[in-house]
Structures are given as C-alpha cells and as structure tokens.
C-alpha cells in the first residue's frame, strides 16, 4: 500500500540543497513506494514547526508525517515540545526501540536522543534527530516494516482506517 508522506527538515544551518538526511528519507520512503505530498525546511522554531505539522494533520491527504532535527538538547532545539502537545497518542516503543538500535552505534549518546512518534487526527507522526545516521537507523530498522501492509503480526498501516475511531 502506498502511503502519502510530508518531511519536515527542521535547521538553522541547513538548505533544503544540503539536506542530506532529508534526502535519505525521500530516497527510502520513494524506493518503498510511497509518494512524498510535501517537502519542507523551517528553523528550529517551535511555533513555525508547530504550524507546519498541524496544517500536514489537518490534511486528510497526509498519512504520515516525518521530521528531522531539533530533538536535542541545546536552547534551540524544540522539535519535540513542537510537536508533543498535538498528538492524540504517543508510541512510547518507537523512542525506546530508537534508543536501543542507537547505542549499537553511538554508545551512551544515545541517551540524548528525544525522538519520539505518535499519532495526531489519524496522522501517524516520527519525530527524528536531524544526523544522517539517526534517519537512516529509523528508516531502515522501524519505520519501512511499520508502513508495510505485509509486516506480521501486526504493522501501522493496518490500523491507518481506525485512527479516527471514537
């Protein structure tokens, strides 16, 4: 099943033109057959990031929503207390398993890492340290099985028409 994707790259440094974990991102979501809706870069500002992933939610033609960058712990980094208060629901397991799958390759870093997921008016939402390496382990080791109708016993895209349940 092909899912409708938006990646926000979140930078005060970058352009969408040195954007390379947001390359990687398009590349893998693309190569698994999903289409990108929308592609774009903000600083580290939590109001505009805010705004950007609350217009994606409201948008019945974005399933999925992907950012990187931000999630550290310096004064300007705030993509997670952005995006925190809109979700309905949070995956407390993707941060976890995150975590885990990065200490294979940055030891106790990893331990700075605040990436977290959820799910915001049927829209699931990743919110991904803005490295190469970070979007690249998320991808390839979480997120590509969880939007895949065929991973067993159970996957994020089977449950996409019950989000919105009541």
């Known amino acids: 099943m092909s899912l409708a994707i938006a990646l926000l790259t979140v930078s005060d440094t970058r352009t969408l033109a040195e ?8 590349q893998r979501l ?17 109001y505009q ?4 992933v609350s217009r994606w939610i409201a948008d019945p033609a974005v399933q999925v929503v992907i950012s990187s960058g931000g999630t550290g712990l310096t004064g300007r980094d705030g993509t997670p207390e952005a995006v925190a208060p809109l979700l309905d629901k949070t995956i407390d397991g993707f941060g976890e398993l995150f975590r885990v799958l990065s200490f294979e390759t940055i030891g106790t870093s990893s331990l700075q890492s605040r990436c977290l997921a959820g799910v ?11 490295s190469l390496d970070a979007v690249q382990t998320a991808w390839d080791r979480l997120i590509a099985a969880q939007l895949n109708a065929d991973t067993r016993p159970c996957n ?11």
């Open 120 to 130: 915001a008016n049927g829209t699931v939402i990743f919110v991904l340290p803005g």
């Open 19 to 26: 954007d390379c974990s947001g390359d990687a991102l398009q």
């Open 49 to 52: 990031i805010r705004s950007e």
């Open 156 to 166: 994020l895209v089977q449950l996409l028409p019950r989000l919105r349940e009541v």
């Open 30 to 46: 693309e190569a698994a057959g999903h289409r990108l809706v929308q592609r774009l870069l903000v600083p580290d500002d939590r």
